[in-house]
């Protein structure tokens, strides 16, 4: 198993802790690696978008025949100050 490097913003968009919404959630970047992963893993970062993008980033999945490998833990983020 090779696991790719998580991409740093060329915009700075780290936040305290050194986590920022990752780029395999952005517009296009599935189109633009998926011959370069085999599963498409996520368990936090999807929260810093929208439901509209996320679901453009399942249709992108869809249509390179990726899977999506969803792992629920913490089912309180830590990022957030409270739960809701």
């Not at 968009?13 to 998926?34: A, I, Q």
């Not at 089912?75 to 957030?80: I, Q, Y």
């Amino acid at each position: 198993m090779i696991r790719l490097t998580d991409p740093v913003p060329a915009d700075g968009r780290k936040v305290p802790g050194g986590w920022w919404p990752p780029l395999m959630l952005e517009p296009g970047w599935v189109s633009d690696h998926h011959e370069e992963f085999d599963v498409f893993h996520i368990h936090f970062g999807f929260d810093a978008i929208g439901a509209e993008q996320l679901q453009d980033v399942v249709a992108e999945l869809a249509e390179h025949d990726k899977p999506l490998v969803y792992t629920v833990h913490d089912l309180r983020n830590p990022h957030h100050p409270t739960p809701r």
